[in-house]
Nanobody, 124 residues
Framework: QVQLAESGGDSMQAGGSLRLSCEATFYGGFLFCMGWFRQVPGKGREGVATLDVDGTTQYAEDVKGRFTISKDNDKNTLYLQMDSLKVADTAMYYC??????????????????WGQGTQVTVSS
């Protein structure tokens, strides 16, 4: 059984920083491909970043250099450090997990475990 719970969403001004957390409950240890996604009302969910079991990371083009995905194995917690926030980063952010292997945000439906989401709002 896998349970994910995001936290850390907030309202920020453009240019600011925020760190999202995703506390994970795994049976058998933190051995999943982990991902962050985001969604705005009326649009489909968008992949933001992934972190593989071996530490390999991937980022969407529009967050490269601004966002950093990481994890603390001792705390079973996934993080998304978001710097230089833009208004366009406003969205509900979700963490997700899938079995190890090809660790990419696509296809999205390969991620079988999702958190409930945490809202990030960036204003100008």
């Amino acid at each position: 059984q896998v349970q994910l719970a995001e936290s850390g969403g907030d309202s920020m001004q453009a240019g600011g920083s925020l760190r999202l957390s995703c506390e994970a409950t795994f049976y058998g240890g933190f051995l999943f491909c982990m991902g962050w996604f985001r969604q705005v009302p009326g649009k489909g969910r968008e992949g933001v970043a992934t972190l593989d079991v071996d530490g390999t990371t991937q980022y969407a083009e529009d967050v490269k250099g601004r966002f950093t995905i990481s994890k603390d194995n001792d705390k079973n917690t996934l993080y998304l450090q978001m710097d230089s926030l833009k208004v366009a980063d406003t969205a509900m952010y979700y963490c997700a997990a899938k079995p190890p292997g090809y660790c990419d945000t696509e296809p999205e439906d390969a991620f079988g475990y999702w958190g409930q989401g945490t809202q990030v709002t960036v204003s100008s």
